[in-house]
């Protein structure tokens, strides 16, 4: 559902849902945990709390399932195989791809090249903090 197009119920609804899923416990044991990595590896605090930040933010935006999907994708391809040059052919969905006309196809490659730069650039900055 489009952020928009929401009623304050909905979000009302999506609060509960985290709180009874524990979102919030979990978003600070994670925190916890991540600074004290950080602080064994000898990252700066404050990197690992704007990681974290924008990580919960991301979250609470959208549901970030299709985009933790994508990034698990990315991630995959990372640490198999590098920086590969054919990378946003690798992540096409050629079956959709191949239905779409000239100008939508230009629109979904613009659209992947930037989830695969946010990708990478999450990526990298997971590997400078520690994690695996």
């Given at each position: ?14 609060a509960k ?106 990526y990298r ?8």
């Amino acid at each position: 559902m489009h952020e928009e197009g929401k009623s304050l119920k909905q979000y009302c609804k999506e609060a509960k849902k985290r709180l009874k899923q524990g979102f919030w416990q979990n978003y600070h044991k994670d925190l916890s945990e991540g600074l004290e990595r950080a602080e064994s590896l000898g990252v700066s605090s404050s990197k690992v709390k704007e990681y974290y930040a924008v990580r919960a933010r991301e979250s609470l935006k959208n549901s970030g399932e299709e985009k933790e999907a994508f990034y698990r994708k990315v991630k995959k391809l990372l640490d198999e195989e590098g920086e590969v040059s054919n990378a946003l052919g690798r992540l096409t969905d050629t079956e959709y791809f191949n239905t779409l006309s000239y100008e939508e196809k230009q629109r979904y490659t613009l659209s992947l090249s930037e989830k695969y730069l946010q990708a990478i650039e999450r990526y990298r900055k997971e590997k400078a903090l520690g994690y695996e």
